[in-house]
């Protein structure tokens, strides 16, 4: 139990939550005995989140009561708890993105393959563990997305080391937790 409580800690301290504009520690308090646990889409149970490295994870949601129960049934009614790896947001801003813009799209032609790629959100440079954010951008917060060249990445923002920028302009989600801190 006490290696459990050590794990969602870590977690939560490496991760975006959304979970209803409370703290994380808030959150996982009001979750019953018996949650509900997915890892990229996938039902999983706690022996295998207790696998899962930290570091790896880029954004957690918590459901309770009645939200838990009408999105997975009977099961949720101790809570659910989804937990997105790097790589799954990455691919799923990947896809949102390119849905968004013929540009994006020829420029980063494979999910994941954006490392020439600077970022910049609502006019921040994301440098580090922003993959989380970049993937709750949705129809209802999105604004605009716009390729920037390296001469206007490096006039603009001062980078030299990225092959080209990508600026999204969106509007905080409701209950991404701390949403104006990070957007």
């Given amino acids: 139990m006490r290696s459990s409580k050590f794990f969602f800690t870590t977690v939560f301290a490496f991760t975006t939550m959304v ?21 990229d889409s996938i039902n999983v149970d706690k022996s295998e ?16 009561g009645k939200e838990a129960i009408d999105i997975i049934g009977e099961d949720g009614k101790d809570g659910v708890v989804y937990i997105e790896t790097i790589s799954f947001a990455k691919s799923r801003y990947w896809r949102y993105f390119r849905s ?32 989380g ?15 920037l060249s390296k001469e206007e990445l490096q006039k603009q923002y001062s980078i030299q080391n990225k092959e080209a920028g990508v600026s999204i302009k969106s509007e905080a989600p409701k209950d991404l937790h ?6």
């Fill in 19 to 39: 979970a209803f504009s409370q703290s994380p520690k808030r959150a996982l308090k009001k979750l019953g005995a018996e949650p509900v646990y997915f890892m």
């Fill in 49 to 64: 989140l207790m696998k899962c490295d930290p570091s790896s994870i880029a954004l957690v949601t918590v459901l309770k």
């Fill in 100 to 131: 968004k813009s013929a540009e994006y799209s020829a420029l980063v032609p494979v999910a994941g393959q954006d490392t020439t790629i600077q970022y910049i959100l609502n006019g921040k440079v994301l440098d580090k563990n922003f993959e």
């Fill in 133 to 147: 954010n970049l993937a709750v951008i949705d129809d209802k917060v999105f604004k605009e997305i716009k390729v």
């Fill in 178 to 183: 701390n949403g104006k801190k990070k957007f």
